[in-house]
């Protein structure tokens, strides 16, 4: 798998990175009241596996997954193995840059089904609306018939946020 790739990028590109990895983490838990975690349920139809119906559900759920106006209980579910960061991402919601998050979103450019079950997306995190940093790379895969964040690039994010060996970083990305 790959992680989140930015090329060439100086301090106020890093600076950029951290407010977005925050963005991301706090965007996956600004629902507000109490949070409950829901997985697919076993009902809920599968989504194409491949094709261009595959790519347009990548799309929609990395768009998602980055709308901070989306209740948690709706955006969790669509990382990877979302249980094993659940307490993580609660913890960032009470941070003082959580009021600046609440508009964070994302939209996605471009999407590269690589089988077997994998896709590249190209996206830009977007901050109010305005580009905050633009073709990012990072990586979903297709686990219990639908499309999610990898594990992969969620951790890559944070640890350009929080730096390497931060204390922050939950031990789910390996530590």
């Known amino acids: 798998m790959r992680s989140l790739?930015?090329?060439?990028?100086g301090?106020?590109?890093?600076?950029?990175?951290?407010?977005?990895?925050?963005?991301?983490?706090?965007a996956a838990c600004s629902g507000g009241g109490a949070t409950r975690h829901h997985q697919a349920s076993p009902t809920s139809?599968?989504?194409?596996?491949?094709?261009?119906?595959a790519a347009a559900a990548v799309k929609a759920m990395w768009?998602?997954?980055?709308?901070?106006a989306i209740p948690i209980s709706s955006r969790l579910p669509l990382l990877q193995d979302s249980p094993r960061f659940a307490s993580f991402v609660r913890s960032q919601a009470s941070t003082a840059i959580g009021g600046l998050i609440?508009?964070?979103?994302?939209?996605?450019?471009?999407?590269?089904?690589?089988?077997?079950?994998?896709?590249?997306?190209?996206?830009?995190?977007l901050l109010n609306g305005k580009p905050l940093e633009k073709n990012l790379q990072g990586t979903a895969v297709y686990t219990g018939g639908h499309w999610k964040v990898a594990v992969t690039?969620?951790?890559?994010?944070?640890?350009?946020?929080?730096?390497?060996?931060?204390?922050?970083?939950p031990a789910a990305c390996g530590g």
């Open 5 to 9: 790739h930015w090329p060439g990028r």
């Open 11 to 26: 301090l106020a590109a890093r600076l950029g990175l951290t407010l977005a990895a925050l963005a991301l983490t706090l």
């Open 45 to 53: 139809a599968a989504q194409p596996a491949s094709g261009p119906a």
């Open 63 to 68: 768009q998602r997954f980055f709308n901070g």
């Open 102 to 125: 609440l508009g964070a979103s994302a939209t996605v450019s471009t999407v590269t089904l690589q089988p077997p079950g994998q896709a590249n997306v190209i996206f830009a995190i």
């Open 153 to 169: 690039s969620f951790c890559s994010l944070l640890r350009l946020a929080y730096g390497k060996s931060s204390h922050v970083i």
